[in-house]
């Protein structure tokens, strides 16, 4: 069904534009400025993960289950901020460990019944754990708060079910760091430079000192954007010689066509 093959727009147009404004694909921004992760970026780049990671130009995230077993997740200047383009990665890859020939979780399926929302409460804590080992400031999704009542009742039936919550949570996010730390073979110079400075690895950033490397302008705006702690800048200025401003992170507006998740 097509809503533009009816005569909404002339009989409705207040409720025309509101599902215009609904489903409405988020604008494109320069990534230049976002959060940038290494290590991610890598195996998104050189499809290193467990099943296909496709960015493209859209208006929602999911993980495709089964025999076409794949993620799809909208361009990072489609979302607010990098943190968020991120943790919704993160999230998505934390349903993909769940797959019968790896975590092999049981997922529900129908929305909002008991597994399904012990599924999203998973993903959620799993995105939120790697995430917080990754630099990423992350976060609970405010769309996620329905399932606390879920996850609750739960609860009260069997106390188990948090611990069953947590294992699962500490497989995937140990599966997806697994993976993670193996990307460094795949950065390159400018993201070797990159999780250079953010992790503090004065060898690594004098190595690439030594051999010539030159970060350029725009290299170090996207290092700054990354929230250097004053460690981070003290390494990088007695390395390279290089002072950058330390950036505090603006709080973010919400935005309603912000990528939305599916399972």
């Keep these: 069904f097509n809503v533009q ?21 988020p604008a494109i921004k320069d990534e230049q400025g976002m959060l940038t992760v290494p290590l991610i970026d ?9 099943c296909p990671i496709y960015s493209k130009e859209g208006n929602s995230a999911y993980h495709a289950r089964g025999e076409d077993n794949h ?11 990098g943190e968020n383009f991120y943790s919704t990665l993160l999230h998505e890859m934390a349903h993909s460990t769940g797959e019968p020939e790896h975590l092999n979780r049981e997922k529900g399926v129908i929305f909002g019944d008991k597994q399904y929302a012990k599924e999203e409460l998973v993903a959620e804590l799993t995105s939120a754990t790697v995430g ?3 630099g990423i400031s992350t976060h609970i ?14 609860l009260k039936e069997d106390p188990k079910f948090i611990y069953n919550i947590l294992a699962d949570v500490g497989k995937a996010s140990n599966m997806i760091q697994e993976h993670t730390a193996r990307m460094e073979q795949y950065l ?6 990159t999780q250079a400075v953010l992790q503090d690895n004065r060898p690594v950033l004098e190595q690439m000192k030594n051999e010539g490397f030159t970060p350029s302008s ?12 004053a460690d981070n800048l003290e ?22 066509n912000e990528p939305q998740l599916g399972l």
């Design 235 to 256: 390494t990088l200025h007695s390395t390279f010689g290089i002072s950058l401003p330390s950036m505090e992170a603006e709080p973010a507006m919400k935005n309603m």
């Design 42 to 50: 890598a195996m998104v780049r050189e499809q290193q993960w467990i």
């Design 188 to 193: 390159t110079p400018e993201e070797r430079f």
């Design 71 to 81: 993620i799809v997740v909208p361009l990072k200047g489609q979302f607010k901020d």
């Design 132 to 134: 917080q080992s990754l």
């Design 5 to 25: 093959q009816t005569n909404l727009q002339e009989t409705k147009p207040e409720k025309w534009e509101a599902l215009k404004e609904q489903f409405k694909i």
């Design 141 to 154: 999704r405010e769309e996620n708060a329905m399932y606390l009542k879920n996850w609750l009742g739960a």
């Design 218 to 229: 725009r290299l170090l705006e996207s290092v700054a954007a990354n929230h250097p702690t």
